[in-house]
């Protein structure tokens, strides 16, 4: 997570996934009311240390005014991305194409400065220290 200084945060996958289940049990109070930046890094690992970055997703995540995940949004932008793969036209034999996943997906994206992407790999492999983003139980 990137707050708005681009301080980075550690969200484990397991607490975003209880997040994405049950947004209201696990909501982030300094998050309230804000769109705030994620970043999701797959890291190869040999004998448990981490080796390289394989692939990074960089993607928004709205929250109310008490800091619950709008999980609703991200999982239309998730629908809206897969929508854009394989687009489909308004009617048979028409050339007009419907871009309205197209829309929903960029307003769900960003893309970071090559600093910022470099620092984000940097703590993805362990090179420098992230914070674990304190999540208070509800």
């Known amino acids: 997570m990137i707050d708005q200084t681009n301080h980075l945060s550690r969200l ?5 996934a209880a997040m994405l289940a049950d947004p209201t049990a696990h909501p982030i109070p300094q998050f309230a009311a804000r769109r705030v930046r994620g970043a999701e890094a797959v890291v190869e690992q040999a004998q448990r240390r981490p080796v390289r970055v394989i692939r990074m997703v960089f993607f928004m995540l709205a929250f109310n005014e008490r800091g619950i995940l ?3 949004a991200l999982m239309r932008q998730a629908a809206a991305a897969f929508d854009t793969l394989y687009p489909q036209t308004r009617s048979k034999g028409s050339t007009v194409l419907d871009a309205q996943s197209r829309f929903v997906v960029s307003g769900g994206r960003w893309k970071p400065t090559p600093a910022l992407e470099a620092e984000i790999r940097a703590a993805a492999l362990g ?3 992230c914070p674990v983003l304190k999540i208070p139980r509800s």
């Open 127 to 129: 090179k420098q220290k």
């Open 12 to 16: 484990s996958g397991s607490k975003f």
């Open 70 to 72: 709008d999980a609703d």
